[in-house]
């Protein structure tokens, strides 16, 4: 999202844009026209693939299925709502509150598809997101109660806050929504530090798609436009797209398998890890994004 900033403002050192999902590229080009005309957007590609993650710490997963029979976000803000926190919970006193995190919906990719995956959980619908339903007096309310409670929501970088929580263990997170593909990176050395995690995915889910985008902007010149397809030829050729596999990811090139001896979707299966995510979501309009991020915004200064 700050890449997308950067770019409407004319930074001229950038010549191609690879954020987390498309989500951000149609709200780029909202704006681009609005503030210039055209299309910023000259080719695009997606590289690798990732869905959202609830990543649980086993013990607290295994409290949460007890006490509400799921451990999906509705589970989540009804755990949030709950003034004795994991004492009520689980039982566990000494476990103190229970706390939930997502990055920062205003500048972190993961922290708006949270946001919007929220909005289409609630509603129990995978498409049509409207305005209305951002504004449904039901869902403001369920989402200040999610604002209130998330940890964490200043935190810019997925990768950042994953860490913290494999650093410091419980103390910082019980659950966090992030990428797949962060969860994946962390299963291990979890294990030897505070115990197993444990992979839950939404409802209704979105595929981060990690697209790459050559930029048509005034200041890229031919050979800057040729060098960023050359990059991007670079990164969809095999052996890249099999790297991406070993980094917790689902290749874009479809010519690459996921489910291998030692991939990782074969390795962590006890851990809740799947090829199959279920339900997914449509892209909002960008109007219904940026009003449920203002909602959002709202609810965390009240």
Aim: proline content about 6%; glycine content about 10%.
């Amino acid at each position: 999202l700050q890449g997308a900033q950067a770019i409407l403002g004319g930074d001229q050192s950038i010549n191609a844009w690879t954020p987390a999902s498309s989500l951000a590229k149609d709200m780029l080009v909202s704006d681009w026209q609005v503030k210039r005309s055209g299309d910023p957007i000259l080719s695009g590609e997606n590289l690798a693939l990732t869905p959202m993650a609830l990543v649980w710490w086993q013990e607290r997963h295994q409290a949460f299925a007890a006490k509400y029979g799921a451990t999906d976000l509705k589970a989540i803000a009804a755990g949030l709502q709950e003034t004795g926190g994991l004492a009520a919970i689980a039982k566990k006193p000494e476990w103190g509150l229970f706390k939930f995190g997502h990055t920062d919906p205003a500048s972190s990719n993961s922290g708006l598809i949270a946001l919007v995956t929220m909005a289409y959980v609630f509603h129990n619908k995978a498409q049509g997101l409207s305005m209305a339903n951002v504004l449904d007096a039901g869902f403001q309310g369920w989402l200040g109660g999610l604002a209130a409670g998330a940890s964490g929501t200043r935190n810019e970088s997925t990768g950042t806050m994953m860490r913290e929580m494999i650093l410091k263990g419980p103390s910082a997170y019980d659950c966090l929504l992030v990428y797949e593909s962060i969860a994946i990176e962390h299963l291990a050395n979890a294990e030897g530090r505070w115990g197993a995690l444990q992979i839950d995915y939404p409802a209704q889910n979105f595929w981060n798609d990690n697209p790459y985008y050559v930029l048509n902007v005034p200041w890229s010149t031919p050979g800057q436009r040729a060098a960023a397809k050359a990059f991007q030829r670079f990164l969809l050729a095999e052996p890249a797209q099999r790297q991406a596999l070993v980094h917790g990811f689902r290749p874009a090139d479809p010519a690459v398998p996921v489910l291998v001896a030692g991939s990782p979707f074969e390795k962590y299966k006890a851990n809740g890890l799947r090829n199959d995510i279920g339900s997914l979501a449509e892209t909002p309009r960008p109007e219904v994004i940026q009003n449920l991020l203002q909602s959002w915004q709202r609810a965390r200064v009240r």
